[in-house]
């Protein structure tokens, strides 16, 4: 069995069990919120320079 987890289907997966924290612990939205932002936003500025 191959066990590597490509971006197809690790993306769902990290979507899934944040819901779920956030659900348990709504103030973790923020930090998911927070870091999500600050991640997208290093990508897009990573390919300009």
């Keep these: 069995m191959n066990l590597s987890?490509?971006?197809i289907?690790?993306?769902p997966l990290l979507a899934l069990i944040l819901g779920i924290l956030i659900l348990i612990f709504?103030?973790?939205l923020n930090y998911?919120?927070?870091t999500y932002l600050i991640v997208v936003g290093v990508?897009?500025?990573s390919?300009?320079?």
């Design 5 to 7: 987890i490509d971006m």
């Design 9 to 11: 289907t690790f993306q």
């Design 26 to 28: 709504p103030r973790i």
């Design 32 to 34: 998911a919120v927070a």
């Design 43 to 45: 990508m897009g500025l």
């Design 47 to 49: 390919h300009h320079f």
